[in-house]
C-alpha cells in the first residue's frame, strides 16, 4: 500500500494514541473503571500508533484522501 499519512497527521495520531494509553492503562478516571471502554480505548489506541508508525490509513484509502506530499 502506498503511504497516505502526512507528517503533521502523522504526530498528531502519534500523540493522541499516547494520550489514550495513558488514560486508558494510567488514569483512575470513572469512565475507564469499565472493562469495555478501557478495553475499546486501547484499541483505538493502538490502531492510531500503528498507523502513525506505518503512514498507510485503511480508511484514507476506502475514502481517497491523502495528506503527504508524494
Given at each position: ?51 502513525a ?5 485503511p ?12
Amino acid at each position: 500500500m502506498a503511504m497516505n499519512v502526512g507528517t503533521l497527521d502523522r504526530i498528531l495520531r502519534a500523540a493522541l494514541g499516547l494520550g489514550l494509553l495513558y488514560l486508558a492503562l494510567m488514569s483512575d478516571l470513572a469512565l475507564f473503571q469499565s472493562a469495555i471502554v478501557r478495553y475499546g480505548v486501547i484499541a483505538v489506541a493502538v490502531v492510531m500508533l500503528v498507523v502513525a508508525m506505518t503512514r498507510v490509513c485503511p480508511l484514507y484509502t476506502i475514502f481517497g484522501l491523502k495528506t503527504c506530499r508524494r
